[in-house]
C-alpha cells in the first residue's frame, strides 16, 4: 500500500518516460522481449571436465544460473519488477524452477525456488541448486508452495477463483504478506527451464503475468551447428538459450550490455569461481 512492499523498495529518482512506461504497458505481457543466445557448449565442457577431476560435478545448469546470478550483480537493475505502475528492486536474487519427480510424463512436479545474496561462487551456486533439486526430487516431497496449492485446490472452483483473485488484489497492492510471497516461485528474479534435461528444444516461454517475474529464460537440447571461428567454418556443438524480457524496468541498453556480459562469462566459466566482489565491476553505463 502507497508504494510500500514486503518485497521490494520502490526506486524514486527514476527517468520520466521510464516512470510513464508501466502506466502505457500495463501487463508484462505486453512488455516481452524476446532473445535468442546460441551458446557454445565446448568451454562449458571444458570447465566442467577441469572441474570433475578436481571432485565436483557440475551441468550446464549450474554454470547458466551462477552465470545469470553474476550478471545482476554486476547490472542490478536485472533484480527490478513493476508491480500497479511501480518499479521496485529487491534485495535478494531469487530463481525458480521446475523440479520433475520422475522422468515420466505423469510424474509429479514440484516449483522450487532459491534465494541468493547475489555474491556467490559457483560452488555456493551448486550446492543450493543440488539440495534443493535432491529435496524436492523425493516421492513424498512436499515443499511449502505445494502446500499451499493444496490448501487452495481443496475448495470448490469458485471459492479457488475468488483465493486467486484476493491473492492478486492483495499483491498488486502490496498488501501480500511476506510469508506467501516467500512461498511463491512466481515472486522471483527469473524462471529457469531446463528442457535440455528432457532433450527438449528450447522455447520463449512467457513470462508470468501473476507475480513479479521479471526474466524467463529456457536452455534447450544441444545439437552440431556451423560455426565461424578466427574466419573459419567449423562444427560446434550449441545449446539454444531463449530469454523472454520485461522491458518496463530495463531500457534495451541494458539488456544488451547484460547479456554480453553474460555471453563472456559463459565463454569463460572460471571466472565465476571466485565470489563477487564490487571491485570486479565493470566502467558504469552511460
Not at 545448469?61 to 513493476?82: E, S
Not at 506467501?180 to 520463449?204: A, D, Q, R, V
Not at 550449441?238 to 563472456?264: H, Q, S, T, W
Request: proline fraction near 5%; glycine fraction near 6%.
Amino acid at each position: 500500500m502507497f508504494g510500500l512492499r514486503a518485497d521490494g523498495k520502490r526506486v524514486k529518482g527514476i527517468d520520466p518516460i521510464q516512470k510513464i512506461v508501466p502506466h502505457i504497458m500495463k501487463y508484462r505481457y505486453d512488455a516481452q522481449n524476446m532473445t535468442r543466445y546460441n551458446c557454445r557448449c565446448e568451454p562449458l565442457d571444458d570447465f566442467i571436465s577441469a572441474e570433475n577431476e578436481k571432485g565436483y560435478r557440475f551441468n550446464y545448469m549450474h554454470i547458466v544460473m551462477a552465470g545469470l546470478l553474476r550478471i545482476t550483480a554486476i547490472y542490478p537493475w536485472l533484480n527490478r519488477f513493476v508491480m500497479n505502475g511501480r518499479i521496485f528492486e529487491r534485495e535478494k536474487v531469487y530463481f525458480s524452477f521446475v523440479v520433475k519427480k520422475e522422468l515420466k510424463y505423469d510424474a509429479e512436479e514440484s516449483l522450487v525456488k532459491i534465494e541468493f545474496n547475489g555474491n556467490e561462487s559457483i560452488y555456493e551456486v551448486k550446492e543450493k541448486i543440488d539440495n534443493a533439486v535432491r529435496e524436492n526430487a523425493k516421492a513424498m516431497a512436499n515443499n511449502g508452495t505445494e502446500k499451499l496449492a493444496h490448501l487452495l485446490t481443496i475448495t470448490p472452483n469458485f471459492m479457488i477463483k475468488f483465493f486467486v483473485g484476493m491473492i492478486k488484489y492483495l499483491d498488486k497492492h502490496g498488501l501480500l504478506p511476506n510469508a506467501i510471497i516467500k512461498l511463491s516461485p512466481f515472486h522471483t528474479t527469473y524462471f529457469i527451464t531446463n528442457l535440455k534435461s528432457i532433450k527438449g528444444p528450447s522455447i520463449f516461454h512467457h513470462a508470468y503475468n501473476f507475480g513479479t517475474t521479471g526474466v524467463f529464460v529456457a536452455m534447450g537440447k544441444e545439437s552440431k551447428e556451423p560455426v565461424v571461428n578466427k574466419g573459419i567454418i567449423e562444427v560446434g556443438k550449441i545449446m539454444p538459450v531463449d530469454i523472454v524480457m520485461d522491458e518496463r524496468f530495463c531500457d534495451g541498453f541494458y539488456y544488451v550490455k547484460a547479456l554480453n556480459e553474460l555471453k563472456k562469462i559463459l565463454e569463460h566459466p572460471e571466472v565465476l569461481i571466485a565470489p563477487w566482489t564490487n571491485n570486479l565491476q565493470p566502467e558504469p553505463i552511460g
